[in-house]
């Protein structure tokens, strides 16, 4: 398939898709006119990508997963140590995110309380 039925396909753009191209995420065949032609493969390869920047990783560690043993991940090809310590740092800073927004939701559920209140002495005259 070519790079636009591969857009079509996945819901990514041409240029996100070579860019994909040019870190190595994926790896079209060149036909001797130039263009790019997708295996089937390459549309689950790229909605890989994109689950994997919507958790917050970038390119490089993208890489390292998709480019494990041709993202056959579901193998025992070796990949294990890597995936572990990869997954176990995200999970951590995910949950430190959690934390983190925690904590301004607390100080924001404050705020909004403290507002509140002003705005019905207002409201009542005193």
């Given amino acids: 398939m070519k790079i636009g039925q591969l857009s079509k396909e996945t819901g990514v753009s041409i240029r996100s898709l070579r860019y994909y191209e040019q870190k190595s995420l994926i790896r079209p065949i060149r036909l001797e006119n130039g263009y790019?032609?997708?295996?089937?493969?390459?549309?689950?390869?790229?909605?890989?990508?994109?689950?994997?920047?919507?958790?917050?990783?970038?390119?490089?560690?993208?890489?390292?997963?998709?480019?494990?043993?041709?993202?056959?991940?579901?193998?025992?090809?070796?990949?294990?140590h890597d995936a572990v310590e990869l997954y176990a740092e995200r999970l951590a800073?995910?949950?430190?995110?959690?934390?983190?927004?925690?904590?301004?939701e607390q100080h924001l559920e404050k705020l909004l309380l403290f507002w509140e209140m002003e705005k019905e002495k207002e409201e009542s005259g005193d």
């Avoid at 390869?45 to 890489?63: D, P, R, S």
């Fill in 36 to 80: 790019r032609e997708y295996r089937e493969s390459d549309i689950e390869k790229v909605k890989a990508v994109q689950l994997f920047m919507k958790l917050g990783m970038n390119t490089e560690e993208i890489y390292h997963v998709i480019s494990c043993d041709n993202f056959q991940l579901t193998k025992n090809n070796g990949c294990a």
């Fill in 93 to 104: 800073n995910i949950r430190e995110q959690i934390q983190h927004f925690q904590a301004i």
